[in-house]
RNA sequence: GUGGGUAUAGCUCAGCUGGUAGAGCCCCGGCUUGUGGUGCCGGUUGUCGCGGGUUCAAGUCCCGUUACUCACCCCA
């Protein structure tokens, strides 16, 4: 069979490699839980008409079909993102669950979409929302901010993270305040802003979305506002534009900020900027993107807001607010570029040297010995010449090898080699194990390994 | 969906205006008769993406096709 060839969009990992992103998962998993966001998995398929309500029919949803279907296919799709299926999931067992709930959610969604550098059609993200029933206190909002803000902070081998915040009641409010007719239209127009020269956008305010020339700058005004504290309150107001949905915009956003400030670090900024739109519509209040230090151009890595009506039955609607990191969108690039990977590729921290075949029980008992300590061991594949075991070990990163002696008078010790030093002394497999930092495959950056 | 680029060994790539395929790394063996890494010596590796055309002759030129890739759109 000939050699496959890669599948554009479908990125998979070495082992390695794999570590890194095994690591970042169960970094997020543990800070989530932490803040008791329980763990739920959905199905990959949602019904077509779930996935395709909120007339979101550009979204380039997978189609499944079966094999022997001739005409047609089975209505469902393959979910691309996390937060419909949980609107789902949250509708279906409404009568069992306990509000407002919270979960945290990791899977692989899928896009139909062209790939590219950080834009895969199938890919990982670890969302959390909370989801009330009628109603939702705004403090949600400033906790799923936090939670992130302080998953994000534990990973701590990624470059640093920018979490821009906006509120779309300010920015919305604005716009009325400035007798905008269209604000949905001069927000799509406000969120070309890093891709066109301002003066661009200033000519599409006025020739799409209808404003005069003083009602465009003062939205453009608007959008170059930016604070990492409540100071971009006054600036605000001094655009003098007044009207009461800005207001309680404006008092939502600050207390996001304020509500971060304790969780930010040199690593982790929350800021308020108020040219954050978020092209998704049903977004009703705190909306939520987040550029990594260094890898502007990937785009938002970590994105989400408050949804107001996501779900709704007959009786109650339920509203929401969530983020959403796409691991797929982070690691890949930076693994692929060589900035991070795992210090090796097994779980292996020893490996127990073959003096020949017939000696195999007794370095499986030994092995044996020290996985009951928790050390992760495997026995060589070969009774080969010693120097080839220790390669061996070495080709897969395990740290250790240990040898059994005989001595003259038939006693058995045992010795462990740290394979890096050359260091070899004297151990009991019964109560030895290797340095804690050894146990498990380490994420190196890239400076770490040179 | 629209537009550009690329396709040669496991990897990174060379192959000038057509003359029957190369380097480095990796891998394997030896020097080293049971403790690796450095060094030296030797060795393996290809339907030159696929299909067709021009030619005495095509990796090289032409057409088509597929895959990959970059940008736009959109988004994690």
């Not at 022997?68 to 419909?84: C, I, K, N, Q, R």
């Not at 604005?174 to 891709?195: H, N, P, R, S, W």
């Not at 020269?197 to 200033?202: L, M, S, T, W």
């Not at 987040?290 to 007959?314: H, N, P, Q």
Request: glycine share 8%; charged share 25%; aromatic share 8%.
């Amino acid at each position: 069979m000939a050699k496959p060839t890669p599948l554009s969009g479908f990125p998979e990992f070495l082992p390695a490699d794999r570590v890194v992103e095994q690591q970042v998962i169960a970094t997020l998993a543990r800070t989530f839980e932490l803040h008791g966001f329980g763990n739920i998995e959905t199905r990959a398929v949602e019904p077509m008409d779930q996935l395709l309500r909120k007339g979101e029919t550009s979204k380039e949803v997978y189609v499944l079909k079966r094999l022997h279907d001739t005409e047609g296919d089975a209505g469902m799709g393959l979910h691309f993102d996390l937060t419909v299926p949980f609107a789902r999931y949250v509708l279906e067992n409404a009568g069992k669950l306990e509000f407002p709930f919270r979960r945290w959610q990791i899977q692989p969604v899928w896009r139909g979409e062209r790939p590219q550098e950080g834009r895969y059609r199938q890919f990982t993200q670890a969302d959390i929302d909370i989801i009330g029933r009628d109603n939702l206190p705004f403090h949600h909002d400033v906790e799923v901010a936090r939670v992130m803000v302080e998953a994000l902070s534990q990973l701590e081998f990624l470059p640093g993270f920018r979490l821009q915040v906006n509120n779309r009641k300010l920015i919305q409010g604005f716009y009325e305040g400035v007798g905008a007719d269209d604000t949905d239209k001069v927000m799509q127009v406000i969120d070309k802003l890093d891709k066109l020269p301002v003066e661009k956008v200033r000519e599409l305010l006025q020739s799409d979305a209808g404003l005069d020339e003083k009602q465009a700058d003062l939205c453009l005004q608007l959008a170059t506002i930016e604070s990492e504290d409540a100071s971009f309150v006054d600036a605000v107001r001094a655009l003098g534009v007044e009207s009461e949905l800005l207001e309680e915009g404006l008092a939502e956003l600050a207390a996001v900020v304020a509500g971060c400030a304790s969780v930010t670090s040199d690593t982790v900024k929350v800021v308020a900027d108020l040219k954050i739109a978020r092209g998704l519509d049903y977004y009703t209040g705190t909306v939520f993107e987040t550029r990594l230090t260094g890898f502007e151009s990937l785009g938002s890595i970590c994105s989400g807001g408050r949804y107001d009506a996501l779900a709704s039955d007959g009786r109650s609607t339920y509203p929401g607010v969530g983020i959403s990191l796409g691991v797929s969108r982070v690691l890949v690039p930076l693994v692929q570029k060589g900035h991070l990977t795992g210090s090796r590729a097994v779980p292996s921290a020893v490996l127990v040297a073959l003096n020949e075949e017939a000696s195999r029980p007794a370095a499986d008992a030994v092995a044996q010995q020290l996985r009951a300590s928790g050390v992760p061991t495997e026995v060589a594949a070969k009774a080969d010449k010693f120097g080839k075991q220790i390669r061996y070990a070495e080709k897969r990163g395990i740290p250790f090898v240990l040898f059994e002696r005989t001595d003259e008078q038939g006693a058995t010790t045992y010795e462990a080699k740290d394979i890096r030093s050359g260091e070899q002394v004297t151990v009991d497999p019964a109560t030895w194990t290797p340095p804690t930092i050894d146990l498990k495959p380490q994420v190196i950056t890239k400076e770490q390994q040179s």
